[in-house]
């Protein structure tokens, strides 16, 4: 992967901290993550809040699983969801964090460098690993180097650090496959798919790559040096839960973050944060949501996971701009 992809993580944080400090939602843990904090346009702001809503929504759906629950966040760059979530009482029994290895030793500095987050992660166990290296352990907490195209590496270093198969584990994947070749990719979820028998995947990134929106958003992306290698593979909503049934895993749900926004997440917050700003982008901002999706991957070898994925609302129309 190049330095441009590796990158978008550095981007991510920062509209996510602009989210935060607009009040789309909290974070505390990121402003430790950002060098120079920018606010983002209403637009960037709203897209980053239903990217982060409908996620979190699914991760504290799965951690109300029974079981020594499991998460395995791949290419999770700066992620701070596993701090939220010990903060909260929350956290599930061990979070696996893989990237490449120049990734995680800027992490594993931060977090070093950081009084409050050193003290999260000393409050999980004791602290072994290299952090140089950008290797970290706790009894709750791995992060580990890696590169995601090399799968037998990285099913070897999971299980090293602990990963147990055959617990409840939810596997996070955020802008991080399309990137891959598309070979690579479905060897990723392959592996994954035959490892874990009681699992949900979810899988979020960019789809319609055909249409006048999608190529303008693939020829910005390759001008950053971040080309979306795998979005031709998997232009729809149909290809992406094909790429999880074809691949070791029982069923696929895939859905745009324009219907995730209007169907499941809820009315009081979405009313909540149309106020924060005055916005009138509203066919863009469609346009742009259209061109995402969520697709949630499920093996239920027990049975728990038969209900798993979002909540279902009444529609909820977007409120009129506020002048």
């Known amino acids: 992967m190049t330095e441009a992809v590796q990158g978008t993580n550095d981007d991510a944080q920062v509209s996510k901290l602009s989210c935060v400090q607009r009040g789309y939602f909290q974070d505390r843990f990121l402003q430790y993550f950002v060098r120079k904090a920018t606010r983002r346009a209403p637009l960037i702001n709203r897209g980053y809040f239903t990217r982060f809503s409908a996620l979190q929504q699914l991760i504290q759906r799965f951690l109300t699983v029974p079981g020594q629950l499991q998460i395995i966040s791949l290419g999770a760059g700066y992620d701070t969801t596993w701090f939220r979530l010990m903060e909260q009482g929350s956290a599930p029994a061990h979070c696996f964090e893989v990237d490449f290895p120049e990734v995680t030793q800027r992490k594993a500095a931060i977090i070093g460098a ?182 949630i991957g499920i093996n239920d070898a027990t049975g728990i996971l038969a209900d798993y994925g979002f909540a279902q609302f009444s529609t909820s129309q977007v409120n009129p701009p506020i002048m």
């Not at 000393?122 to 791995?142: D, F, N, V």
Request: one cysteine or more; proline letters at 5%.
């Open 114 to 295: 950081q009084p409050e987050l050193k003290r999260v992660l000393e409050s999980s166990g004791s602290i072994s690993g290299h952090s140089g290296k950008g290797h970290l352990h706790t009894a709750r907490y791995s992060l580990l180097p890696g590169d995601l195209r090399d799968v037998q590496q990285v099913q070897a270093a999971l299980l090293e650090a602990g990963l147990q198969p055959g617990q409840p584990t939810l596997v996070l994947a955020e802008c991080v496959l399309v990137y891959m070749q598309p070979a690579e990719s479905a060897a990723l979820v392959r592996q994954l798919g035959s490892l874990l028998t009681t699992a949900a995947c979810l899988v979020y990134e960019q789809i319609r790559p055909d249409d006048a929106f999608g190529k303008q958003m693939l020829l910005n992306l390759e001008r950053r040096g971040c080309p979306l290698l795998g979005l031709h593979a998997t232009p729809s909503l149909q290809a992406h839960e094909q790429r999880l049934t074809a691949n070791g895993w029982s069923r696929a749900t895939a859905t745009d973050l324009d219907t995730v926004y209007r169907h499941h997440i809820d009315p009081a917050e979405k009313r909540r944060i149309e106020r924060l700003e005055i916005f009138d982008e509203f066919e863009e901002w469609h346009l742009i949501q259209e061109h995402y999706c969520i697709t």
